[in-house]
């Protein structure tokens, strides 16, 4: 494990955004992991900007997201689909066909989830995956739990994350209570990992990630297995890191 401390949030984002575009421009046809939530909207806006500045070419690139809320359908305002086109997509030159997300609104759970992972199969995997950090050590929307799931599967989320959620809806009772979630054998199955964690809200799961046992009951901790990941944390976040690792 890599990591990189950035002074503040701008920076981090700056830092993380860098990383994505060197994969950008090494492999014109590569295929990255997104995630949404707070964490990575810098990192988009910049590498928006690099677009606009004519630094990055996204034509030949293809993407895949970790996760949805079920029930919610493409133009849902809360959706991830309508985040990652507000945030990234309609501001580059993606290919809307090139871009995957699972799908909210599936009738069969079971035959959604088979689907999203005969997808992940049939592109390789990730050349990169961008990974935040849940308060409770969650990735994607994988939950702790008494085993480490495997496959893309629906899980319910828990009251911490719905609390965390809740900042983009209206009101609490707003957040959905399932999503479609990315397992843990399709997030291993990037090539390379790169975390994105900014304030001390993120500190303790920072610390139980990388420096506490490998346990289910923190999902992200799994991480430690990966053979190329990369942390990119403000001051905050990394508070609670041996200092040799600062």
């Not at 809320?69 to 305002?77: D, I, Q, S």
């Not at 009101?171 to 975390?195: C, D, Q």
């Not at 900014?198 to 990630?209: L, M, P, R, S």
Request: net charge negative.
């Amino acid at each position: 494990m890599r990591i990189i401390r950035g002074k503040d949030y701008q920076e981090v984002s700056r830092i993380t955004a860098r990383l994505i575009a060197a994969q950008v421009l090494l492999k014109p046809e590569s295929v990255l992991g997104l995630a949404t939530g707070g964490s990575p909207v810098g990192t988009y806006a910049n590498l928006v900007e690099a677009y606009r500045r004519g630094e990055l070419d996204f034509s030949r690139v293809r993407t895949v997201n970790l996760d949805e809320y079920v029930g919610l359908g493409p133009e849902h305002p809360q959706s991830y689909a309508y985040y990652m086109r507000r945030n990234l997509f309609d501001h580059v030159n993606l290919d809307p066909g090139s871009t995957f997300l699972p799908d909210g609104l599936a009738q069969d759970a079971g035959e959604a989830c088979a689907r999203y992972d005969r997808l992940l199969e049939s592109l390789g995997g990730q050349d990169l995956q961008l990974l935040g950090l849940g308060g409770n050590g969650h990735i994607g929307f994988n939950e702790p739990g008494d085993a480490f799931l495997l496959p893309t599967h629906r899980v319910a989320l828990t009251e911490s994350t719905i609390s965390a959620n809740a900042r983009f809806f209206e009101s609490r009772e707003e957040v959905p209570r399932w999503a479609y979630t990315m397992g843990i054998r399709g997030i291993l199955a990037a090539r390379r990992i790169v975390m994105v964690a900014t304030g001390i809200a993120k500190a303790q799961a920072v610390y139980d990630v990388f420096f506490g046992p490998v346990t289910p009951q923190v999902p992200g901790s799994i991480l430690q297995l990966h053979p190329d990941v990369t942390l990119v944390g403000d001051p905050e976040a990394l508070s609670l890191t041996p200092a040799e690792n600062r």
